[in-house]
C-alpha cells in the first residue's frame, strides 16, 4: 500500500473571523449581585437556624419515643411477674436437665429449663462450664 499526499493550496484559506453572537434572553449572563441588609440577613440566618434545630430536635424526640416503648415492651411486669432466683455456677458435666432435677425436683424438668431459659436470655439449652445463671425459686 502506498499513501496518496494530497496537497491544499493555502492562498484559498480565509483568515478566521470574530463572531458576534446576538444577545437574546437565552443568553447566559452572569448573575448580577444583589445587596441584601444586614437585618435581612440575620433574619434569614435566625429562620434557617430555627429550622434545623427544631427538625433536629423533633428526630430526637421520635427516636427517645421508640426506645422506651421499646423498654416498655420489655420490661412490663406485674406484681404477679416478679421472679424470685438465686444464682448458680455452672460446673463441668452439669446440664440445665440436671439443675433442673437437683434444683426443682416436684415440677417438670421442662418447664424449669423453659423458665431458666427466660430468665437468662438464653437462645438455646447448651451451657458451658463457668456460666452464672439465675435460676428461679418458687
Not at 435581612?40 to 437556624?49: E, H, K, P, S, T
Not at 406484681?79 to 416436684?106: H, K, R
Not at 423458665?115 to 463457668?130: E, F, H, K, P, R
Amino acid at each position: 500500500m502506498s499513501a496518496q499526499i494530497i496537497e491544499f493550496p493555502m492562498n484559498r484559506v480565509r483568515p478566521a473571523q470574530q463572531v458576534t453572537r446576538p444577545s437574546s434572553s437565552r443568553a447566559r449572563t452572569a448573575p448580577q449581585a444583589t445587596y441584601v441588609s444586614r437585618p435581612v440577613a440575620i433574619a434569614r440566618a435566625v429562620l434557617g437556624w430555627t429550622l434545623i434545630l427544631s427538625i433536629a430536635a423533633a428526630l430526637l424526640v421520635g427516636f427517645g419515643k421508640q426506645v422506651q416503648s421499646a423498654q416498655a415492651v420489655g420490661s412490663e411486669t406485674t406484681t404477679s411477674d416478679v421472679v424470685e432466683f438465686e444464682y448458680v455456677t455452672i460446673m463441668s458435666g452439669d446440664s440445665l436437665w440436671g439443675i433442673a432435677e437437683q434444683y426443682a425436683p416436684e415440677r417438670d424438668p421442662r418447664d424449669f429449663i423453659a423458665d431458666i431459659m427466660t430468665l437468662n436470655n438464653l437462645s438455646d439449652s447448651v451451657v458451658d462450664a463457668g456460666m452464672r445463671l439465675a435460676l428461679p425459686i418458687n
